[in-house]
């Protein structure tokens, strides 16, 4: 059994402890955003796609995540090179890579409600990943969240006949829709409505979908804990103290899980990273003190920092700051 299933075990009998929080590196990033996913090199250039996956196997190695999400064709190259034999890490491939994900150069496709679309054939994932992830949005408008739906409602039918298991997650829509009151309660609202008629063979192994602040993450967190496990992602890199921030009130509020792609990989140090998340949530460290620590960590590698320490120390992420 996986480190993963151990954890889930736990959260969902009630067992659980700081430990027991799940991270998730989201290395799928070559699903959105094309030659530009491996960032730029010192000469200002792309950096190739081997930069990109180099940080996959550095992070697998060190033990710190419990998921590694990756696109279907990254996931055979690890599986080729056996990475993940023996390793208490689970490899996971993104499963859907709906349009609002498509995040090309000079691109625009975020403007428009998303479109249902996968790439990644379920029968050649099964052969190096029994765990997927399946993404939706909610946009409060009827034929558009119908066709997400029944979208899902066929992927459901097509991973319980290959087998394999996955984890869902639920966007925030990139621009605003109109709700008769809040939207992170017309949200969770449907979140719960469309797993309540899903049979426990089917329904994913936890949930995963924006921080909307305190009151909405205690809500869904704590409606359904036995069946629904609550999770965070991550959004655009910012600073440390937003990484850090984000995840300590994502779980104090209940969130068990976090899937974190580029506020992990733009950090200057993946893995050190990872470890000032776990400091930050298994040793109570708060999130000033975690980006101190972090930053003792990078002058011990002899890594320069991106950021002057009180730069880094600063909150950039307008949600996060009334519940400091």
Not at 51 to 66: F, M, P, Q
Not at 93 to 108: E, H, K, S, Y
Not at 285 to 305: C, F, K, M, N, W
Request: net charge negative; hydrophobic share 40%.
């Amino acid at each position: 059994m996986k480190r993963l299933d151990e954890k889930l075990d736990r959260i969902r009998s009630g067992a659980y402890s700081p430990r027991d929080f799940i991270i998730a590196d989201a290395k799928d990033g070559d699903m959105a955003f094309g030659c530009a996913t491996p960032g730029k090199g010192p000469d200002g250039r792309m950096k190739p796609l081997r930069a990109y996956r180099d940080d996959i196997v550095k992070v697998v190695d060190s033990d710190l995540a419990d998921i590694m999400l990756m696109s279907l064709s990254s996931a055979e190259g690890m599986h080729e090179r056996g990475l993940f034999a023996g390793s208490a890490v689970t490899p996971a491939v993104r499963l859907n890579d709906t349009t609002d994900i498509w995040q090309a150069r000079g691109g625009c496709y975020g403007r428009n409600p998303m479109l249902p679309f996968r790439s990644a054939r379920l029968d050649r994932v099964k052969p190096v990943a029994d765990l997927g992830l399946f993404a939706i949005t909610f946009y409060n408008d009827l034929a558009q969240d119908h066709a997400t739906l029944e979208s899902f409602a066929r992927f459901r039918d097509e991973a319980s006949a290959a087998g394999i298991r996955y984890f869902l997650e639920v966007f925030n829509p990139q621009f605003p829709v109109d709700v008769a009151g809040d939207f992170a309660t017309y949200n969770n609202d449907m979140i719960v409505r469309c797993l309540a008629g899903v049979s426990r063979h089917e329904r994913p192994l936890f949930l995963k979908a924006a921080y909307n602040g305190p009151a909405a993450t205690e809500e869904i967190a704590g409606y359904d804990p036995e069946t629904i496990v609550f999770g965070i992602l991550g959004g655009g890199a910012g600073t440390t103290r937003d990484c850090l921030e984000l995840i300590r009130q994502a779980e104090r509020y209940g969130a068990r899980v976090a899937l974190f792609g580029r506020k992990i990989y733009y950090a200057e140090d993946s893995v050190l990273m990872i470890r000032a998340m776990r400091r930050v949530i298994e040793e109570g460290l708060t999130s000033a003190e975690g980006v101190r620590a972090y930053h003792g960590d990078l002058q011990a590698a002899g890594i320069a920092p991106q950021r002057a320490l009180e730069d880094d120390l600063a909150l950039t992420e307008a949600i996060l700051k009334p519940n400091v």
